[in-house]
């Protein structure tokens, strides 16, 4: 009777685990951070599992009336351990926010975990940026 009550309790253990693990990848995700001149966000929705073609929804905010712009890209970490950098968006207009609504996939590696950085640019010359995971 001992063996079937252990048994029982980590069957409910994994399942429990399965449960708040699912839930969680169906829900929305919310990475962003700021640094001098630049803010941004991505909101990361349809993430159902590491292949799944995820859905980006960014805010990209130039902070600072500097002569200097604003961009942003998203980092994803593969199976392996490696970061994928994705391509730069740019917010080149001055200070104000533009959104861009964009999909990402990585069907043969996986995508584990995303993150975001935020950057100020002089030209193609990074002076600063954060990043949130």
Same mark, same amino acid.
């Given at each position: 009777?001992?063996?079937?009550?252990?048994?029982?309790?980590?069957?409910?253990?994994?399942?429990?685990?399965?449960?708040?693990?699912a839930?969680? %990848?169906?829900?929305?995700?919310?990475?962003?951070?700021?640094?001098?001149?630049?803010?941004?966000?991505?909101?990361?929705?349809?993430?159902?599992?590491?292949?799944?073609?995820?859905?980006?929804?960014?805010?990209?905010?130039?902070?600072?009336?500097?002569?200097?712009?604003?961009?942003?890209?998203?980092l994803?970490?593969? %199976?392996?351990?490696?970061?994928?950098?994705?391509?730069?968006?740019? &917010?080149?207009?001055?200070?104000?926010?533009?959104?861009?609504?964009?999909? %990402?996939?990585?069907?043969?590696?996986?995508?584990?975990?995303?993150?975001?950085?935020?950057?100020?640019?002089?030209?193609?010359?990074k002076? &600063?940026?954060?990043?949130?995971?």
């Open positions: 009777m001992r063996k079937s009550i252990t048994a029982a309790g980590s069957i409910g253990a994994a399942l429990l685990l399965t449960v708040s693990m839930g969680s %990848a169906y829900a929305d995700s919310y990475r962003g951070c700021t640094t001098t001149g630049a803010s941004g966000q991505v909101r990361i929705s349809n993430w159902t599992d590491p292949t799944a073609k995820i859905s980006i929804h960014g805010e990209l905010t130039d902070t600072k009336s500097d002569d200097h712009h604003a961009r942003m890209r998203l994803t970490q593969r %199976a392996d351990g490696s970061i994928h950098y994705w391509p730069w968006r740019k &917010n080149t207009g001055g200070v104000g926010t533009s959104t861009f609504d964009t999909t %990402a996939e990585d069907s043969d590696r996986g995508i584990f975990e995303a993150g975001v950085e935020v950057a100020r640019f002089e030209k193609d010359e002076l &600063n940026s954060c990043t949130d995971w």
